[in-house]
Each structure stands twice: as C-alpha cells, then as structure tokens.
C-alpha cells in the first residue's frame, strides 16, 4: 500500500536536545497527523492538522502543516527520557476519501 | 475521550486455525473502522475499512476470504483471521471514527499481537 516518507528513520538525542522529523509526500493531503506508538500499543495522536500553513502545539510538541500541501513536520523541544518511541504521520488524501495513509515512522531514543 | 478497546491483546494459534480479534468503541459509536497490520519495525498498513451494516471494503493485495471482517453495530467490529498461517502471525490493530465525527484523529485499540505456530 501507499505510504508516506518521513524522516529520519530513526535517531538517537541527549536529554533535553530538541528533535525535528519531517513527513513527505508526491501527493496533497488536506489533513495531517502525528502519532505516537510505544511497543506493543496502538497510536497515540499527538497533533492534528487542517490546513496549510497551520502550526500548532501540544506541550513540547509542535507540528506544522507544509504549505504546498505535501509535508509536515514536527518539532520535540526539550526531549525526555519518556519521549522514546516510534513517530508516525499520517495523511488524508485530497479525494474525499476516510482512509490515512501512514509514514514509514521515525524511531527516537533519548539518552540520559 | 473516545476509547477502543481491543482484545485480545495477545494470542497464539496453531497453524489452520481461525482467530477472531474484537475492538469495540466504549463510549462512542464507531460509523466506522479501519483495520491495520504490522510487522516488527514497519509502519501500519490498511488492510480494510468497514462500515456499520455493510461489506468491508479491502484495500489491494489483502485477501478478503481470509480476513473477515464484521460490523455488525455501531460499537463493535471483528476481524477474523481464517485458516491461519506462520506468516499471517503480526500485529493487527483497529482504529475507529466516531459518528459524525470528523474526519481526523481516529481513535485506535491497543493492538493484538497474533503468533501462528
């Protein structure tokens, strides 16, 4: 099935650093997504986004919706040892359609 | 908030036999429900989506005769693996859209892990 890029795959960060993913894709979506996923869990919704341009926060979570429509990004200020865990995006196409398209997830791991 | 519950949250099965996975929606009617797949390390993949009273529609490559899916209510769906394999054994994962809802942050089960020995 279709999925999203995102960005990067995985990374490791000291405690208190800030971290950037970002999500990428050939085609509009009109609504975008970052979950989060600890082992053995289902998603957690972190943010949602609506329309371009949006920024928006969520403690020290902050997410942006690209303007052309194909990206987004979010931003961990200040990580902590429980922010462990595997980012996802997801995208609603443009086609009026239920269905998210997924991103292939970035992995994060703080060191102490 | 909304909340999905998903059971079991873990099985395991011998190779031929059939294993059916519940989510119901506790605290809201679910006019619809997505079903994922997972493999370790990999990102969800949609395998379905089902509406209250009709036919699940399949996304490509899934086989519907062996995944059958059943949304009877408004709070309650079920996927059922049939004549299991080895290589159906992943982690499968249910998310569900409120009636009315709009359509963003779908609220997700908790997964069930399914092993096929």
């Known amino acids: 099935g279709q999925q999203l890029n995102q960005s990067p795959q995985s990374m490791f960060i000291q405690e208190g650093e800030d971290v950037s993913m970002n999500c990428t894709s050939s085609s509009i979506f009109n609504t975008w997504l970052w979950y989060k996923q600890d082992p053995g869990e289902g998603p957690v919704l972190l943010i949602a986004l609506y329309k371009a341009g949006e920024l928006t926060s969520n403690g020290r979570l902050t997410a942006q919706f690209g303007i052309t429509r194909k990206d987004s990004f979010l931003n961990i200020s200040a990580s902590i040892p429980s922010d462990v865990g595997i980012y996802f995006c997801a995208g609603r196409p443009d086609s009026g359609t239920y269905k998210y398209i997924f991103g292939t997830g970035t992995r994060l791991k703080v060191l102490a | 908030g909304a909340v999905v519950s998903q059971h079991p949250s873990w099985v395991i099965c011998k190779s031929g036999t059939s294993v059916k996975i519940e989510c119901r929606s506790l605290d809201f009617q679910a006019t619809t429900m997505f079903w994922y797949r997972q493999f370790p390390k990999q990102s969800l993949m949609l395998m379905a989506t089902?509406?209250?009273?009709?036919?699940?529609?399949?996304e490509q490559g899934v086989e519907k005769d062996k995944f059958l899916i059943n949304h009877a209510s408004l709070t309650l769906s079920t996927l059922t693996v049939t004549s299991a394999h080895p290589e159906d054994s992943s982690f499968y994962i249910c998310?569900?859209?409120?009636?009315?809802?709009?359509?963003?942050?779908?609220?997700f089960g908790s997964g069930t892990r399914l092993t096929v020995v």
């Open positions: 998310s569900a859209r409120a009636v009315g809802g709009v359509n963003y942050g779908y609220t």
């Open positions: 089902s509406n209250e009273g009709s036919k699940a529609t399949y």
